[in-house]
């Protein structure tokens, strides 16, 4: 399974059929496992730090545009590892002269609204938080905010190739090949709540450069030699 909600699903329902997630935000917070070096029970997998990363992705967009004092944060007030990534940014803002306004999603419904209370705020960029109601209205958020001419950072690479302008954070790609081995072990007899959690060991820093002409924006170059990857 990927994340937390999938795996808590499953969790509900099979106490013995062995659970690899590849991408969960907080499992321990989640009540998904018991410690990472020894989850117990019959789940185990990889995380994908997106609470810890969140204060390097407000660095990265301030970098990019310094001028940016005010952003809106979309989060998921009934996901646990949305609200620490959101609690994680809001304490890194003051450090870079920065202000955030959080905006809860708990169904994609909600997605107009906030940005219409985003635009009433003055918000001069936008940055979301991981979970599924934001993954799942990805694209329909990157065109939203390119019609409002902000910029905006998301946490996986997904955000940016639906047309968002930038992301940051753990591989997805990297992490799903290394869940794999999770299951081989498994198949040869380990017990999952033996196998610690493991966190992930590639990261990435996408930008959309079609995006930026769009908006009229340009990376400086000390942007553009971070990233792992430019989608032209």
Do not use: C
Request: aromatic share 6%; charged share 20%.
């Amino acid at each position: 399974a990927p994340a937390d909600e999938a795996v808590r699903l499953l969790a509900q329902n099979t106490k013995t059929i062995p659970i690899v997630f590849a991408i969960a935000q907080d499992p321990v917070g989640n009540g998904l496992a018991a410690s990472l070096q020894r989850p117990g029970a019959n789940m185990t997998g990889l995380t994908n730090l997106a609470s810890e990363l969140a204060p390097k992705r407000l660095q990265l967009l301030k970098e990019a545009f310094p001028r940016i004092a005010h952003v809106v944060l979309l989060f998921e007030p009934d996901s646990v590892g949305s609200v620490s990534e959101a609690r994680e940014t809001e304490e890194a803002a003051p450090r870079l002269g920065m202000r955030i306004t959080p905006i809860g999603l708990r169904q994609p419904a909600d997605t107009e609204p906030a940005f219409k209370r985003g635009i009433a705020l003055g918000a001069q960029a936008y940055m979301m938080t991981q979970g599924g109601v934001i993954s799942s209205q990805r694209r329909a958020i990157a065109d939203r905010i390119i019609r409002l001419k902000v910029p905006a950072i998301a946490g996986n690479s997904e955000y940016a190739e639906a047309g968002g302008l930038m992301s940051y954070g753990s591989s997805r790609q990297d992490n799903f090949r290394r869940a794999a081995a999770y299951v081989d072990k498994i198949f040869k007899g380990a017990n999952p709540g033996d196998l610690p959690i493991e966190q992930p060991v590639k990261f990435e820093l996408v930008l959309n450069q079609k995006t930026a002409r769009a908006l009229g924006l340009r990376f400086p170059q000390s942007i553009v030699l971070q990233a792992d990857r430019v989608i032209e």
